[in-house]
């Protein structure tokens, strides 16, 4: 089971680290990453990590490319996003997911969290 958790509402330029906690699963053979869900809309791709075993290399979007940033702590099976110079436009449920590979599709997960919501006023 994962567990979001970090969300929080915040000014715009304002930073947060979101956290992903796994209980009863090694996340460290997973590829693990971030979605986002804002009202109304589908869930989008924000950033992935590649499992330890495949390198770790990370992947993001587009809109969030320099201000956010993925990581693990296998050690402490854990996964965190970083996000800094939050805009109004990121306010969204944020969850984090593990699979078997990098994917920047929902489908390319086969594990999800209950999502952490974060909301950016201006």
């Known amino acids: 089971q994962l567990q979001a958790f970090g969300g929080g509402l915040v000014q715009a330029g304002a930073s947060l680290r979101l956290s992903c906690a796994a209980s009863g699963r090694t996340l460290v053979t997973y590829s693990m990453g971030w979605f986002r869900q804002a009202p109304g809309k589908e869930r989008d791709f924000v950033a992935a990590i590649a499992s330890r075993w495949s390198g770790g290399s990370t992947t993001y979007a587009e809109s969030v490319k320099g201000r956010f940033t993925i990581s693990r702590d296998n050690a402490k099976n854990m996964v965190y996003l970083q996000m800094n110079t939050l805009k109004p436009e990121d306010t969204a449920v944020y969850y984090c997911?593990?699979?078997?590979?990098?994917?920047?599709?929902?489908?390319?997960?086969?594990?999800w969290g209950q999502g952490t919501l974060v909301t950016v006023s201006s």
């Open positions: 997911a593990a699979g078997g590979g990098v994917s920047v599709t929902a489908r390319g997960y086969d594990y």
